[in-house]
């Protein structure tokens, strides 16, 4: 007789309503075979106590709708970004504040590399953080004038490199591709915006980008997810599933020690050229989801529609962006994305759809319209992902439509004082990422970090949503926080919707999978403004416990 491990916790929150708070979970192999006091669950045959989580709250383990395995693999990168951050090891790389400490680290890594050709790569950057200071191509070539430097920006739509980069690539004042940034005179800058731009310099980046995968880079990013209470992940956007290869590497990586689910969403449209046909990529995708098992899921889509806000190559709606800047760059044509959103939904796949601007929502959302008034297709919980500029008319249309909004909550901390002050101006911030208005008109929601644009980490995703504070202590738009209960059914239950896989996750309920995070604290009982601190111990994945990299903070004194 298999044992059923009876887990005693100081609290377990189970997010199901039939049970909210129990004592303890009952775990016998993968699953969950119930939940309650002691008393009850030693009952159950072969009953075994364990006491090892007797002073954590046990939550059901968080769900991340919107990340990237790149996470990883960026790491392997020099980080140049403003805030400090911490990787999937626990090693801490302080921020750069200024330009010239952007330079000065660059500089640094560049004196330390052995081949006089490698090129330096890095990432992290955002310029919106200085203003009236630049960093282009005679910035860059102060760090190497014989190496390509490329320096990709935290928002993965824009990036900079040097001459020797420039002119690596071919790329000069004929260029005509869009997103290729020129001064005055007509010479490029060194920025590219956009995936069009930033493909004529892959060359360079080849295996070390946002939307590379190595069987090392997922496994830290699977840490990762340990670190924060994460036991579902998704790879929002890869353009390995079309390859043999690529596919082996995801099941090479994700085997039985890997210490998280993983959900990968193929690239179909938006991202640069495409090796196979819709229809073929559709009915691949079809055989994929088919050879899909609990731990690595392949073939749902991801569509990406246009770009940043912060990167001013978001699309918005009149009356657009704050200083009247040019809109922003639109990913693929309105009729190259019915094609393809018409093709995968016949196909059966979920479609999650990059949505920052709320011109890209309404061609969402007419789009949408349009295939399902076509073909009609119950329960598809098609998503608005990011969903950052999305009003409360287009939020009543989602709920008519059966979609789903995944929102961008971190953006309120990591860019709410530019989106007051630069971007969009104090009335739309307020307005942004509204996940208040979303669950009034009875929209599904999710809350997301899209790591590594914003750090992994469900509960402070929890914690910008309720407070909606920015850096300097601003509250971006009052009316639009959500309380804890739903801010955490975000992270958990609500993002297993949106992919899917409620019936399997996202709350401790017997027969479901027996995932949990491990904290320290229960963040129903702290300030919200302390909720993202709450140590995570770690993780149990179907029933596997899985310790974090991160050592506990010292008391305060």
Known sequence: MEPTTVYVARL???????????EAVAVRGERIRAVGSVEELMTYPGAVLDERYADAVLLPGFVEAHSHAGT??????????????????GRRWPGCRTIEEVLERLIEVESEIEDPHAPLLAWGLDPIYFPGRSLGVAELDRVSGTRPVHLAHTNGHVCTVNSVALRQCGIDASVTVPGVVKDEAGEPTGELQEFAAMGLVQQITAGSSLLDITAEGMRAFAQDAVNTGTTTLTDLGSTALMDDDGVALYREAVDDDFPARLNVFHFGAGVGPVNRSLPEAAERLVRLREQSDAKLRMGNVKLMLD???????????????????PNGIWGVTPEEFHEAFEVF???????????????????????????????PRPDHRHTCTHSQMSTAAQYRRMAALGAGANIFANHIWAWGDQHIDVTVGPDRAARMNAAATALRHRVPIALHSD?????LGPLHSVKHAVTRLTVSG??????????????????????????????????????????????????FDVAPERIGDIHVHGTVVGGRHHASALARPAAAP
């Open 12 to 22: 377990v929150r189970t997010l199901d309503p039939a049970r909210p708070v129990t």
């Open 72 to 89: 990883g693999t960026v790491w392997s990168n020099t980080y140049v970004g403003l805030v400090d951050r911490t990787d999937p090891q």
């Open 307 to 325: 770009g940043s806000i912060q990167g001013f190559t978001a699309r918005l709606l009149e009356p657009g962006y704050y200083g009247d800047e």
């Open 345 to 375: 939904h016949r196909s059966g796949a979920l479609v999650h759809v990059h949505c920052n601007g709320d011109q890209t929502t309404q061609l969402f959302l007419d789009t949408l319209e349009r295939i399902l008034t076509d073909h």
């Open 451 to 455: 790591t590594p644009v914003t750090p």
């Open 474 to 523: 601003r509250v971006m738009g009052e009316h639009e926080r959500i309380g804890v209960q739903e801010a955490v059914e975000a992270v958990t239950v609500g993002a297993a919707y949106l992919l899917k896989m409620d019936h399997e996750v996202g709350s401790l309920e017997a027969g479901k999978l027996a995932d949990i995070a491990v904290l320290a604290d229960d963040p």
